[in-house]
């Protein structure tokens, strides 16, 4: 099994649509989880960072932790073309590796917003 | 601009060269990280640093060597590569790795022939 699992899409969407990304997660260890966005040819872009469990907002974006069913969200309301993209989701813990935590990632979600 | 500079951002290299990628990062962290991005694979973490010091070699081959001379400068040195390597090269740093809110450069693009 997997630590990480996203549904990799593409998840095709009409502009203004709400849109939900989700991943689940295997080990009860992590603690941070965050929602990257890359575009084509470039680097991951950090969106959310949050702790625990709860939401948080920040814009158009909502992210969403649910630490006793190891689930996590991110939702995109009033969708535009910008934000066609991939997705990415990541959490860390301390793994039992040693004193740090390691940042694990999902392995994306493509979406694409039509106009 | 995510104060994550990597160099070059495009690479072509034979089996038996040796080459070297830079990142240098501006943002005063602690820790810095390589990765690798394979088509449709999730990022796989190869390297960790955490004030100069490696804290994580995740079973990555010898042909790829790490070198943290400083807490903002981190290189990955290539040597007798596989066409298997191919893949998008990223470097990101956080502010220590304890504290995971890490950032990305651009990466760059290996293609080896």
């Known amino acids: 099994q997997k630590e990480v699992e996203q549904d990799p899409g593409p998840l095709s969407v009409p502009e203004g649509a709400i849109v939900s990304l989700n991943c689940t997660y295997s080990?009860?260890?992590?603690?941070?989880f965050m929602w990257y966005r890359q575009y084509s040819r470039k680097g991951p872009e950090l969106l959310m960072y949050t702790y625990s469990s709860g939401n948080k907002e920040d814009g158009r974006f909502t992210a969403q932790v649910d630490k006793s069913s190891k689930y996590i969200s991110l939702f995109i309301r009033d969708s535009q073309p910008s934000d066609s993209a991939t997705y990415l989701c990541a959490m860390s813990g301390n793994l039992g590796n040693g004193g740090y935590n390691k940042l694990i990632f999902g392995a994306g979600t493509r979406l694409a917003v039509h106009p | 601009e995510t104060g994550v500079t990597q160099t070059p951002r495009h690479l072509v290299m034979g089996m038996t060269n040796k080459k070297s990628l830079k990142c240098e990062q501006h943002l005063g962290h602690n820790a810095m990280y390589w990765y690798k991005q394979s088509a449709k694979k999730p990022l796989e973490l190869m390297f960790v640093y955490n004030f100069k010091e490696q804290t994580e070699n995740n079973s990555v081959p010898s042909r790829f060597s790490p070198e943290c001379p400083n807490s903002s400068h981190l290189f990955l040195h290539l040597h007798t590569l596989q066409p298997e390597d191919s893949a998008l090269y990223l470097c990101?740093?956080?502010?220590?790795?304890?504290?995971?809110?890490?950032?990305f450069g651009q990466g760059t693009r290996l293609t080896v022939v």
């Open positions: 080990n009860s260890a992590f603690q941070y």
């Open positions: 990101a740093s956080s502010l220590s790795d304890v504290n995971t809110e890490a950032f």
